[in-house]
């Protein structure tokens, strides 16, 4: 499947419910990845170290006065988390992490990665048998 989509294709687990894929849902959404989970409910600093929402250019455009009431309110010091914080911590564990890929290629080396891992996991644990 993942193949089949390419590396500029829609996100594997994204489900379109319009024709042009401009509406949607994510199948795996308690499942979703680090950056998912970021988007819309975290910030960054911009090049003039304001911290900023997190968030596309159609979900500005389609709800602005939220937008505008939330970035207000972050700018005013709401807490909000931090995503540099996340990505720090995951470096901290190991650099490779952070790297940034096309989505379908990240799911790709997480599949493969867990797989490697649960390979080794069930190979130690025959050995001690």
């Known amino acids: 499947m993942l193949d089949s989509l390419g590396s500029e294709g829609f996100c594997l687990l994204y489900r ?3 024709e042009d894929g401009s509406k949607g849902f994510c199948s795996q959404h308690t499942h979703r990845g680090l950056i998912c989970r970021l988007f819309s409910s975290s910030a ?6 304001e911290k900023e929402l997190i968030l596309c250019k159609v979900l500005k455009e389609a ?3 939220a ?3 939330a970035s207000a309110a972050i700018k005013h010091e ?3 988390p931090m995503a540099s914080t996340y990505y720090s ?3 901290d564990i190991d ?3 952070t790297e940034t890929y096309p989505i379908n290629e990240a799911i ?3 599949i493969e990665l867990v797989l490697r891992y649960k390979f080794y996991e069930e190979s130690e644990t025959l050995e001690d048998y």
């Open 44 to 49: 960054r600093r911009n090049k003039q170290g």
């Open 108 to 110: 790709r080396i997480a």
């Open 89 to 91: 911590k995951l470096s």
């Open 16 to 18: 379109p419910t319009s």
């Open 67 to 69: 937008f505008a009431k």
């Open 63 to 65: 709800k602005p006065e």
């Open 95 to 97: 650099a490779f992490l």
């Open 78 to 80: 709401l807490q909000v």
